[in-house]
């Protein structure tokens, strides 16, 4: 590999993620988010690679590993289960920063000192959007397509229903993991299967979800979308996403690489610090009293009165300020 | 809690949810009856999703709001067209090639995926939606309680996939080139002996295959779910492989079999989202634990061709 | 050739009057096959084929019909040079072909098999009806009886055999290629045969006809061609030839077809088949009620016509069918319903009759298909290993003596002729001196010397205390090599006689289900 | 640009990377071989990967920080067990109850899938690490320029793979065994009339290649990844089924296969992170493409078991 020490007036940034780069979903918010930077500092200050696809831990271990040879100065391993790989690797390249989400973990307790964290808060934006759809729902009935009852989908999920109770215990909430990311067709008829239980507000987390937009389309049920803007799936029903900007977290750790610290911070996006924002779509006419609604919830939550916590379990509860 | 489960609805989705396996299936069908196994269908079925989605949505003048009749015949002829060419090659590499099937299958499916998906990324720039076949609905019948719902209210290709297991059976019992392909299936030297040709029978029949396959994807993208993005099949095109296993190749074999899977599915799905307390992991392999019990238990191999998988190469 | 009026046959084909092969020459790796032969047929004759296994006979047909390519050598049709690429040229050109394994899809109805590859009148559907109709026709013309609808997997060997030639008719065969059709038929069905053949040939077709029989080909045909080594030994009237001089030109020395059997002490019995009952594979009785003893040192010949319950009752001893009821006993031991394997192990040994199918494993070399039976002990093995340089000694051993054609030890035996094939099987199960041997039509498709060289086998066995179930559909067989002869008849032993006291008359009732006792009265 | 892709660190990623295909693939072939087709190898990879993983999480005392060879033992030996069991499973469904060799691999590919994540999320909420086969740094030999990091700086369960190769080859040619096991998946009717347990030489082989998939699955988990969770093996026991094709049902065959297939694997995501200007979704096919094209032109059938996927039984 070329030694990047050699052009120490560029910082180059190397990422592994798990599907491609344009899944309007996970892998494309971080590639987005590096465009944005790189758009930011210009090109001559800033460069990144990217290896998509790598959905199997050991050929993303190999490409880590080769990132990391070939003297990228921030290595970043997008997917939460790069972990165990990067604590075999970030001890071989002490002088190599190395970043991993969506985790918590730094790994200092196990005396690693060269590897960020960083995750997206999104049981914040799910708590927001729960808490619209239950206003907005006049069956009582709301359906979740969620992909495996884990991570990132998790966290939205149990945000989500959360908000729901918070604003009406009453209204039914179907959940539906289809147990897979990929499956347009089955995530299609869960929806189908939640609209024929009257369900007539429907959101969901995944790749997957523009089958269920769809079925949601037909049957004219309102739709709330996470992880990307998906209004321009469906204009007439799309009410609000929930959008992530990795650049709040990426920003501080370019910045502190930069300045010679290689890792021990975790960080974390959420709607305070703008890495999630809730968009509304304009398309559609949303009454006035349901935005003002959520945008106070989304303010709660900034001003802390609204909190969650997250048990080992994964159980998540819903702390209010007195 | 039967009852609660299988509703109008629910069979309604099974339907529709059966709707690819039975053209991929019935065209992998005719594939195996000539003795080529053809594990490739689902790269077939993802280029027929794409392209058939390409051509809609470039020939929709108006794309999100009315659906375009032209367009819809367009998209699926380009499908057609798409499965010709893949068919072609197909046979071309099991055929003439004498490839292991088992392998190249998997090379036609990777061909297909990386294809989809690198065509998908350059023309598209994220995902997007067509107008695609829309239901019809038949004037009385379609309000006659359940049976109409079930029956009435679905899509032109739902109505072809079924149309298609008479056809098929027609032609594999009732034709000329039926009776050829089941010889050339069961004992290609005895066919070649009575002065058949094996190669031209066998690239007919793989090339009928990859044209219902790739119109089995654009029953998919064009025909229920209206969108495309990269793997949109997820692994369909494999199920319709095992259905025909399961149908012992036979076409109303067939039909049975995409039908109780595609069923089961839909129970799940349901299942799940009204809340039966079973975990979601384990009641989402209910349907291929279903298929392969019935499976293992019912077993008939009369039509099972002999010659499956075998390359035909005479003498010198 | 010079006839003004074309002649046509009765099925409205024209004739062939002359098909004349030239200078054929075809190599294969290692082995030249056909060695500039000439040869020739004339309508309204059979030309029969002779030859040891492996003399190119079956290869110059093929190349007749189209299956394999000559390297050299041209084919005339009434004096026009023909080119036959394919089968389908060859059916163009009016040649038809019944190959010994039989070209039919079982899953297929016997109209459909005979549809297969015709033009329908109704094209592109089918038109089963007309062609059963037409099938019906052919079969009244020629004496053949079949059911257009049956399914081919239902029919016994004789039926398949009608198939094949309804099939070669329906097509217009004008010239009829007849690979070894009679080796698995039963002497019944051989003589409808020959009916057959005999209108066939009156009507104007030419036959060539190949049999490792020779009363047969002396029945049949008018002229006889012998090959050896793929070369054209001689060529003879029928009228002018006979067995003995038959089987000197084909082996290139005589043969001696009468055995000296020097008397041996019957020792103690061996086996006891007491009561016997066992189903065939469509579920019919099979077996009903078959009693048999067989002594050390003796020959038992087991006569019948086939399809009496032969087949059953040797898989139920060797273990490969159930019993339904009764019991055998080896050397007082009940053996009923042990595994093959185990049997193996106390010294029962099986000469299977469909031995090219349950005998062999094609993709194996010569010297492993040689050593299957007892490759687990010595001197083929020394514990869990494979003993090389034992197994290569006692191979080429048993290839000299069997006299097996192969180009060496290590040649997968698909590429050995069909009765070098069967030699080989003899080989092994002869080999071993067991305990007891069953025997089932083990000269079948085998040719004349290799025959003489297994009788003595046989012998030579019975001297050394082997006791022998020889099942044979060959009377002469079994009159010459059998100390008692029982005769089977629907699955029920009709009696037993000392071959001294026995006459082919006899027997040929008792064939026919005629009990002994009431003969004797 | 070769130089800058085929360096010692690919070719030991190459290396490391066939590990779990040869077990795995080996096995297969043992089972195939003997005339039963295994496609549920991938799932008993699975079970493998997380038994073992348990085992060794269990049975390590300090475990983040130093291995334990005891601990190690003992999780391959539990790989070992699980394999046996599901050998012991695949054989009586696939002999025994004589289901359709295509479909009842899924059924066992789907209960590995299931079983080894309940497990996994019952018995660990997040995914952990542990310490796995160390590499073994031979004295002198592993400074040896090149060769020393390709060749004498792997772990025990990467020798035991390439060791596999030459035993599974004597074993095939020069053991009794062996011979039953070719002459079973040849002509199991001959062999049976031969005196040879086609039903008992079936479960060793069978067994055999579930023992094998299972320390396939081992091996990836305890010896290379030191991580569990979903899936692990994505996909790896279905190459492993496709490089016993590949490689003519021969154990060099399928050495040679692995090797392929894995070093290009190395080198595409070489070149992919050293960005040589081809789309990553083009060149992440280039394995697959590669072994297959290899294949056509390569393939000899000369082993092909002959009675692949028929089941036997005795007359009736
Ligand atoms: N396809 C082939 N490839 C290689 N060798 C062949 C092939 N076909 C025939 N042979 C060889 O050619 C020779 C002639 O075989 P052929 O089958 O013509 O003998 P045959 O006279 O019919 O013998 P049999 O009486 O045993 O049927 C034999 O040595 C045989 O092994
Ligand atoms: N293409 C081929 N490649 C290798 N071997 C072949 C090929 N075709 C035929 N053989 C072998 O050559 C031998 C002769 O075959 P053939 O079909 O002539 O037998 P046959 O003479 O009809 O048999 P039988 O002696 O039982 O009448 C057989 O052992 C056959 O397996
Ligand atoms: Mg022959
Ligand atoms: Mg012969």
């Given amino acids: 590999g070329s030694p990047a020490q050699a052009q120490d007036d560029v910082f180059r940034v190397a990422v592994v993620t798990p599907s491609t780069g344009t899944d309007l979903a996970f892998s494309q918010s971080m590639y987005d988010a590096l465009a944005a930077i790189q758009e930011e500092r210009g090109e001559d200050a800033f460069e990144f690679a990217i290896s998509e696809n790598l959905f199997v831990v050991d050929d993303a271990a190999a490409a880590l590993r080769d990132y990391a040879d070939q003297g990228y100065d921030l290595v970043i391993a997008h997917g939460s289960q790069y972990g165990s790989s990067l604590v075999e690797i970030a001890p071989d390249y002490p002088e190599t920063a190395f970043a991993w989400g969506t985790t918590v973990d730094t790994f200092v307790d196990q005396d690693i000192t060269n590897v960020y964290a960083y995750e997206a808060r999104s049981e914040q934006g799910g708590f927001v959007l729960g808490v619209m759809s239950a206003m907005l729902t006049e069956s009582g009935v709301i359906g979740v397509v969620g992909p495996i009852e884990t991570g990132d989908a998790k966290l939205y999920v149990d945000g989500f229903k959360a908000g729901v109770a918070y604003e009406d215990e009453e209204i039914e909430v179907l959940v539906n993991y289809i147990q897979s990311f990929s499956d347009l067709a089955k995530a299609a008829e869960a929806a189908q299967a939640m609209i024929d239980e009257d369900a007539d507000v429907l959101t969901g987390t995944a790749q997957m979800v523009p089958g269920a937009i769809q079925k949601a389309q037909e049957a004219e049920a309102l739709w709330f979308g996470t992880q990307a803007d998906q209004a321009s799936l469906a204009p007439d029903i799309v009410v609000a996403c929930q959008v992530y900007d990795w650049t709040v977290a990426l920003n501080p750790i370019i910045d502190q690489v930069m300045e010679g610290t290689l890792g021990g911070e975790a960080f974390a996006l959420t709607l305070e610090n703008e890495g999630l924002v809730i968009q509304f779509n304009e398309e559609f006419e949303l009454d006035e009293e349901v935005m003002a609604a959520g945008e106070e919830v989304a303010q709660a939550i900034v001003d802390g009165d609204i909190s969650f916590e997250i048990a080992e379990d994964g159980t998540l509860t819903v702390v209010e300020a007195e | 809690m039967i009852e609660d489960l299988l509703t109008a609805s629910v069979i309604a989705s099974g339907i529709r949810l059966a709707m690819p396996y039975l053209y991929a299936a019935i065209g992998e069908t005719f594939g195996q009856r000539s003795g080529v196994l053809n594990l490739g269908v689902e790269g077939v079925m993802l280029l027929g999703a794409y392209s058939s989605f390409w051509g809609v949505y470039q020939l929709t003048p108006d794309k999100a709001t009315s659906f375009d009749p032209m367009a819809l015949a367009a998209g699926v002829l380009v499908a057609v067209l798409v499965g010709l060419l893949m068919g072609l090659a197909t046979a071309f590499i099991n055929v003439t090639l004498q490839a292991e099937q088992g392998i190249s299958g998997i090379g036609i499916y990777l061909f297909g995926l990386g294809m989809s998906t690198l065509l998908f990324q350059k023309n598209f720039s994220q995902v997007v939606t067509v107008k695609g076949f829309p239901k019809i609905h038949f004037p009385v019948l379609s309000d006659i309680p359940l049976i109409g719902e079930i029956f009435f209210r679905q899509n032109l290709l739902v109505y072809g996939a079924f149309a298609l297991i008479p056809l098929a059976w027609f032609v594999l019992h009732k034709t000329t080139f039926g009776l050829r392909l089941r010889a050339v299936g069961q004992n290609p030297e005895a066919a070649d002996s009575m002065g058949i040709s094996v190669t031209r029978v066998r690239y007919m029949a793989v090339i009928i295959g990859g044209v219902l396959a790739s119109v089995a994807g654009a029953s998919m993208s064009i025909g229920h779910l209206n969108v495309f993005q990269q793997n949109l099949t997820d692994g369909r095109g494999f199920i319709a492989v095992a259905l025909v296993y399961f149908g012992s190749w036979r076409p109303y074999g067939v039909m049975y079999g995409a039908l109780l899977f595609s069923l089961v599915t839909a129970l799940q799905i349901k299942a799940v989202t009204i809340g039966i307390g079973i975990p979601s992991e384990l009641l989402s392999m209910t349907p291929y634990l279903l298929t392969i019990i019935a499976l293992i238990f019912a077993s008939r191999r009369i039509d099972q061709p002999a010659a499956l998988t075998r390359p035909f190469e005479r003498g010198e | ?521």
């Fill in chain 3, 1 to 521: 050739m010079s006839d003004a009026t074309p002649q046509l046959l009765p099925t409205g084909q024209s004739r062939i009057e002359h098909m004349e092969m030239r200078g054929i020459v075809k190599r294969f790796p290692g082995v030249l096959a056909c060695n500039s032969i000439n040869f020739d047929v004339r309508a309204g004759e059979v030309h029969a084929l002779l030859g040891e296994n492996g003399a190119g006979k079956s290869t110059l047909m093929k190349i007749l019909y189209g299956l394999y390519h000559a390297n050299e050598g041209e084919v005339f049709l009434d004096g026009q040079r023909v080119s036959i690429h394919s089968p389908s040229d060859a059916i163009a050109h009016g040649i038809g072909m019944i190959h010994q394994h039989f070209m039919l899809v079982p899953s297929l109805t016997v109209a459909e098999n005979v549809a297969l590859g015709q033009r329908s009148a109704r094209e592109p559907l089918l038109d089963l009806n007309a062609v059963s109709k037409r099938i019906r026709l052919l079969a009244d013309t020629y004496g053949l009886r079949v059911d257009p609808s049956q399914p081919v997997w239902q029919l016994a060997v004789g039926e398949r055999q009608r198939v094949e030639i309804v099939k070669a008719l329906y097509r217009g065969a004008a010239l009829l290629i007849l690979d070894e059709p009679t080796a698995v038929l039963t002497p019944q069905e051989v003589n409808d045969l020959f009916k057959t053949f005999h209108q066939m040939v009156k009507d104007g077709h030419a036959l060539i006809f190949i049999s490792h029989k020779l009363h047969e080909v002396l029945a049949i045909s008018d002229r006889i061609t012998v090959l050896r080594d793929g070369c054209v030994v001689g060529s003879t009237p029928t009228r002018e030839a006979t067995k003995k001089s038959l089987a000197q030109m084909m082996v290139g020395r005589e043969v001696i077809l009468q055995y000296d059997q020097p008397p041996v002490d019957a020792g103690a019995v061996r086996l006891k088949v007491e009561n016997l009952h066992a189903q065939s594979d469509r579920g019919t009785a099979a077996l009903r009620g078959v009693n048999l003893e067989l002594c050390a040192g003796e020959i038992l010949g087991l006569a019948g016509v086939s399809g009496n319950g032969q087949r059953e009752l040797s898989e139920v001893i060797f273990g490969l069918r159930p019993a339904t009821q009764g019991k055998v006993e080896l050397e007082g031991q009940p053996i009923t319903g042990a595994s093959p394997a185990h049997l193996n192990k106390l010294g029962l040994s099986y000469i299977p009759e469909e031995r090219m199918v349950d005998g062999v494993i094609k993709d194996f070399t010569v010297a492993e298909n040689l050593m299957l039976q007892d490759h687990a002990r010595p001197p083929y093995a020394f514990n869990i290993f494979v003993n090389p340089r034992a197994v290569a000694h006692h191979c080429a051993e048993l290839i000299r003596n069997f006299n097996i054609r192969t180009p060496n030890q290590e040649t997968p035996l698909k590429s050995l002729s069909g009765g070098n094939i069967q030699k080989l099987i003899l080989a092994r199960e002869l080999a071993r001196t067991p305990r007891v041997l069953i025997a089932a039509q083990p000269t079948r498709g085998v040719d004349i010397g290799a025959t003489e060289y297994i009788h003595q086998r046989l012998l030579e066995q019975r001297t050394k205390g082997t006791a022998t179930l020889l099942i044979s559909e060959d009377l002469d067989e079994i009159l010459a090599l059998a100390d008692r002869i029982a005769v089977i008849y629907e699955g029920e032993i009709v009696g037993i006689v000392d071959r001294a006291a026995a006459s082919i008359e006899e027997l040929g009732l008792m064939m026919a289900g005629v009990r002994r006792e009431s003969t004797a009265s």
